[in-house]
């Protein structure tokens, strides 16, 4: 970290919603940028083993210290009042020069190819990714040349941010609370690139032709959108080339856990139909036995708008576990829960159903036999599951 790098400094900054993926690397920023930090969560998440050195209050309500400004995710926008995440992410994009990576899929993974690339070739870059990438050392770090982030189309505040190279993984309608059509999110997204200097779409792209550590035609194409914009940032062609071949990926993005009993457990943060189905298409490829997917949902409106769809992607397996929401993050609505999903699942495929996450444990261990291939999917707590099966698989 560069010492005199202090953009933050006197600040006293308590994120509500540290635990988040965003949240927890806006945090950790900030404290390297010279901020005073510390914040609050409901309860422990995969995020908060990246906070070490800050103080976490869990559980109960936010209680910011006297002098402290809040930053709150959109999750708990109802529980304080305080600066948006979003507003705080624009400010942070506004300190030095910045790379912006949005669309429906590969966010997480682009951006860190970029950022990690960039470190390779001595550009000292910062960035801030949501998810925790080993080889970083974790989702958030300091620099004084690129400062690399994710920007979140689901609730438009990618709009408020104004990089030098912004990168377009995709285009699909994912959040239908904020958008009312993939044309209207179309519209939006190119009216926000008509300012920025050097754009990268990619569609236009075809995928890497070398090969690659992370597994998956999706992330070729992730890591084709990331050379182009490592072009555009000064990379040298065969040096970007050399550390995209280097990248293993990021935690919960097809994250292998292990093998226990024969039985292999994958972690993976994919939560609409494409990002399933194209998860359980890669796990297919490589299973001997039986394909079992656990899908958790997250997010209601999602759930309203693509239950059919996302219940045919779990199609893909053999036997679908879904459970009901955990850790929704917007308002319920009548008859509104994971059964959805489950009724769409079509034949031949086993469907199950496992009200809470320590019933889909339970119920993957009991079901599966050596040789097969559990995948836990989705946003916030499947991890959770993932890694009671492998506790609870005889070894």
């Known amino acids: 970290m560069l010492t005199h790098h202090k953009p933050l400094d006197g600040r006293r900054l308590y994120f509500v919603g540290i635990g988040g993926s965003g949240l927890s690397a806006y945090a950790n920023i900030a404290r390297a940028w010279g901020a005073e930090v510390r914040g609050w969560d409901m309860h422990e998440t995969i995020f908060t083993k990246t906070l070490d050195g800050i103080d976490v209050d869990l559980g109960g309500q936010p209680r910011p210290p006297v002098g402290f400004?809040?930053?709150?995710?959109?999750?708990?926008?109802?529980?304080?009042?305080?600066?948006?995440?979003?507003e705080f992410l624009a400010e942070l994009v506004a300190t030095?020069?910045?790379?912006?990576?949005?669309?429906?899929?590969?966010?997480?993974?682009?951006?860190?190819?970029?950022?990690?690339?960039?470190?390779?070739?001595?550009?000292?870059?910062?960035?801030i990714v949501g998810g925790v990438v080993p080889q970083l050392g974790g989702n958030a770090g300091t620099g004084s040349g690129w400062l690399v982030v994710e920007g979140d189309e689901s609730d438009r505040s990618v709009l408020a941010l104004r990089p030098q190279i912004a990168v377009v993984t995709n285009v699909e309608l994912d959040h239908h609370a904020a958008w009312s059509s993939v044309a209207e999110l179309r519209e939006a997204l190119e009216a926000w690139l008509e300012p920025v200097p050097d754009v990268v779409r990619g569609w236009e792209l075809e995928p890497v032709p070398f090969p690659l550590?992370?597994?998956?035609?999706?992330?070729?194409?992730?890591?084709?959108?990331?050379?182009?914009?490592?072009e555009h940032a000064g990379v040298g062609a065969e040096a970007a080339e050399a550390a995209l071949r280097r990248f293993e990926g990021a935690?919960?993005?097809?994250?292998?856990?292990?093998?226990?009993?024969?039985?292999?457990?994958?972690?993976?943060?994919?939560?609409?139909?494409?990002?399933?189905?194209?998860?359980?298409?890669?796990?297919?490829?490589?299973?001997?036995?039986?394909?079992?997917?656990?899908?958790?949902?997250?997010?209601?409106?999602?759930?309203?708008?693509?239950?059919?769809?996302l219940g045919a992607?779990?199609?893909?397996?053999?036997?679908?576990i879904v459970t009901d929401f955990v850790g929704r993050r917007d308002a319920p609505r009548e008859g509104v829960t994971g059964r959805l999903v489950l009724e769409g699942v079509p034949d031949p495929t086993r469907r199950v159903w496992a009200p809470?996450?320590?019933?889909?444990?339970?119920?993957?261990?009991?079901?599966?036999?050596?040789?097969?291939?559990?995948?836990?999917?989705?946003?916030?707590?499947?991890w959770r599951a993932a890694r009671a099966i492998i506790e609870g698989l005889p070894g």
Not at 97 to 108: D, L, R, W, Y
């Open 213 to 230: 550590a992370v597994p998956g035609e999706h992330n070729r194409l992730n890591a084709a959108a990331a050379l182009a914009a490592l």
């Open 96 to 127: 030095q020069p910045s790379i912006v990576v949005t669309g429906a899929h590969g966010k997480t993974t682009t951006t860190a190819m970029i950022a990690y690339a960039l470190r390779e070739t001595a550009s000292d870059p910062a960035w």
């Open 251 to 309: 935690d919960r993005r097809f994250e292998i856990l292990g093998t226990r009993g024969g039985v292999t457990v994958i972690d993976d943060y994919g939560h609409n139909p494409t990002e399933l189905r194209v998860t359980l298409e890669t796990a297919r490829a490589g299973a001997d036995g039986r394909l079992v997917a656990l899908y958790v949902p997250h997010v209601v409106e999602r759930t309203r708008h693509l239950h059919r769809e």
């Open 356 to 382: 809470t996450l320590d019933d889909a444990s339970r119920l993957a261990v009991h079901l599966v036999r050596p040789g097969d291939v559990v995948v836990t999917l989705g946003v916030g707590e499947p």
């Open 313 to 320: 992607a779990l199609g893909l397996a053999d036997v679908a």
């Open 69 to 86: 400004e809040p930053i709150v995710s959109t999750a708990h926008r109802d529980r304080i009042d305080g600066t948006p995440r979003a």
